[in-house]
């Protein structure tokens, strides 16, 4: 079981970038994708997820209306598009396949909002 992401880096405030999470090794269109972070000093934070077939997602109220989930089950691929950055969202961002009692993680990638 693999989850790749990628796609961070820094970015200055106001900025976007766009992360992506490559899944391998599992039945990827069974699965609930969520992204998380995890800012220095603070605990792991739900940000968005989004539903196996992609009908629903759901945001934390942090970031509604400025990050945006999706994903491409015939590509095994979940993205977050994420603009308006802030220097709050400055963290490690994780994504994750849930499924029942499963959960797989990625690895993280960075982003940092700084001037």
């Known amino acids: 079981v693999q989850l790749l992401e990628s796609g961070g880096g820094l970015v200055q405030p106001g900025g976007s970038l766009r992360l992506s999470c490559a899944a391998s090794?599992?039945?990827?269109?069974?699965?609930?994708m969520k992204w998380y972070r995890q800012a220095p000093g603070k605990g792991r934070e739900l940000v968005a997820s989004?539903?196996?077939?992609?009908?629903?997602?759901n945001y934390a109220d942090s970031v509604k209306g400025r990050f945006t989930i999706s994903r491409d089950n015939a590509k095994n691929t979940v993205h977050l598009q994420m603009k308006s950055l802030k220097p709050e969202d400055t963290a490690v961002y994780y994504c994750?396949?849930?499924?029942?009692?499963?959960?797989?993680w990625g690895q993280g990638t960075q982003v940092t909002v700084s001037s």
């Open positions: 994750a396949a849930e499924f029942s009692l499963i959960t797989y």
């Open positions: 090794e599992f039945t990827f269109s069974y699965y609930i």
């Open positions: 989004i539903t196996s077939n992609g009908g629903s997602t």
